[in-house]
C-alpha cells in the first residue's frame, strides 16, 4: 500500500503564536485549523506541516524544507522580519541555513538538495 501523504509535526507551547510565526515563515496563513490544537499548510503536493499545541515536546522538533534558490528563500524570510542563520556549504554542492521557532524547534532550509548523490 503506498503512503499518500507525509505530514511532520512540530510540538509548541503556544499555538497562536506560533501560528503566527509559521505563517510569517511561510510567507501565507495556514490551510487548515482541524481543531483548537493543530494547525496545518500543506508545503507540498503530498507533504505537511502541522503545528500542534504539545508543551511537553515543544522544542525538540528537527524539519527540513529543500527550496529552489536558498539565497533567495532567505532574503524572503528577512524580508517577512525573521532571522535566518548564515548559509553554509555542507557537501558536494548542498548549502544549508537554519533558523528556530520561538520554542527551540529547528527548521533548515537545504539549497543543492538532490535525491541522488
Known amino acids: 500500500m503506498p503512503i499518500d501523504h507525509v505530514l511532520?509535526?512540530?510540538?509548541?507551547?503556544?499555538?497562536d503564536a506560533s501560528a503566527a510565526w509559521y505563517a510569517t515563515l511561510l510567507g501565507r496563513p495556514p490551510d487548515n485549523r482541524p481543531m483548537e490544537t493543530l494547525v496545518e499548510w500543506r508545503v507540498t503536493e503530498t507533504g505537511w506541516i502541522q503545528v500542534f499545541h504539545d508543551t511537553g515536546r515543544a522544542g525538540t522538533a528537527l524539519v527540513n524544507f529543500a527550496v529552489d534558490d536558498l539565497?533567495?528563500?532567505?532574503a524572503a524570510l528577512s524580508s517577512r522580519g525573521l532571522a535566518?542563520?548564515?548559509i553554509e556549504t555542507a557537501n558536494k554542492?548542498?548549502?544549508?541555513?537554519?533558523?528556530?521557532?520561538?520554542?527551540?524547534?529547528?527548521?533548515?532550509?537545504?539549497?543543492?538538495f538532490r535525491t541522488t548523490y
Open 93 to 112: 554542492g548542498v548549502r544549508l541555513s537554519a533558523i528556530t521557532d520561538p520554542d527551540g524547534n529547528r527548521i533548515t532550509f537545504i539549497g543543492g
Open 84 to 86: 535566518p542563520g548564515g
Open 8 to 15: 511532520a509535526v512540530v510540538p509548541v507551547a503556544d499555538i
Open 71 to 74: 539565497d533567495t528563500h532567505c
